[in-house]
Every structure is written in C-alpha cells, then in structure tokens.
C-alpha cells in the first residue's frame, strides 16, 4: 500500500483486513514491525506532522477498509475533538506494540514470535481461519522458512493448528496462548486499556465451534 520514502496520501481505516507495516533491508530481507487491523488505522505518519515513513506497508489479509484523504485528516485532528483522543490513544497502542515486537525478536524463540504473530493477527479477524504462506511468515518475523515450517509443523502436531496449503485454522486458542510469550500478553492488556471502543468478540476455543462456509462458484 505503502513503499518507504514515499509520499502518503490517505489514512486507512481497515474494517476486516490486516495490514502489515514492514522495514525493508539493503539486502532485501525484511521483518514486520507491527499489524493493524479493525482497532486502528495505517498513516498516523500524516496526522504527526510526517509526509512519509521508513517503513512499507503490505495487505496481510485482504478485506475492506475505508480512507481519508490527507487533508480531511489533519484538518479534523486540528479540531482538537473526540478523533484526535482516540487517534493519540492508538498511536499510542500501536508504539507498544512496536517496541514489544522489537523485545520479542531479540529474546524469544521462533516458536514463541509464531504464536505472538498469529494470536494479534487472530485479535483484528472475526474468525479463526488465517489465509497465508509459510514464505510470507517467514519474511514477516524476519526467520528462514525451515524455521517457520518447524514451527509451524510443531504447533499442528500437538492440535493447536492445522495448516493447509497456506490455510492456518487456529484449534485451540488457549494453548496458543499458554505457549506464546509474555510479549502478546503485553501488547493486548496495554491495547485493551487504551482503545476501550473495541468490540467483545467471541473467541472460538474448540474446533468443532469454528464455522464451515462454503463459497459459492463464479
């Protein structure tokens, strides 16, 4: 959405789509530095005095979102009203999850970053099923693919998940948690505090919970 350097336009608000903001290396590895989903909005860069960012943005998991342009933001951030509360409270949310992402990729395992990566991506979907490569993974926590797979391939083995052709299913939600790191703990207390806006969901614990849909041929 968003290549670093680069001029932004518009601030996103996603409704049922993830965005990842990514660093791009000079050697052209990469790692995520943080997600935003339905609690937030991608372009604070533009309402903090900012007209770019190092950083490049990317669509984890497609969906809707609305945008505004940059003028109507800034111009409604001046007014010093209620958005400008919840835009400073996000921004602030979103610096700690940022500087626990940063924690966790120093200290924790791969197995650990995984299950942080996909409770937070869990937290901005309505349901349990997450469409996505074990190549897009590996360049969103910055490991090798083998590494991912091991994971990933460990995580399925005890019916935590279930991983198909790029189709991740969360099975058990409370053994996810039980076996990430402090860091998503952190992130979700300090987001649940300062966006208090955000919906109750029902968290699907079981298998036999989650939905089937079946889509219809075109």
Known sequence: MYEGGRPMRHVYFPTDSIISMQYLM???ASTAISVVGNEGLL???LYM?????PSRSIVQSAGHAYRLPQARVREEFN???EL?????RYTQALITQVAQTAVCNRHHTIDQQLCRWLLLSMDRLSGNR?????????NMLGVRRSGVSSSASKLEQLGVISYDRGLITVLDRGRLEAMSCECYAVVKKETDLLLHYLPQRQVMKYVEDIPTVVLPCR
Not at 130 to 138: G, H, Y
């Open 26 to 28: 000079e050697n052209g």
């Open 43 to 45: 372009g604070i860069t």
């Open 49 to 53: 005095g900012g007209e770019s960012t």
């Open 79 to 81: 007014r010093h009203g």
């Open 84 to 88: 400008l509360q919840l835009m400073l």
């Open 130 to 138: 997450l469409t996505m490569t074990q190549e897009f993974i590996s």
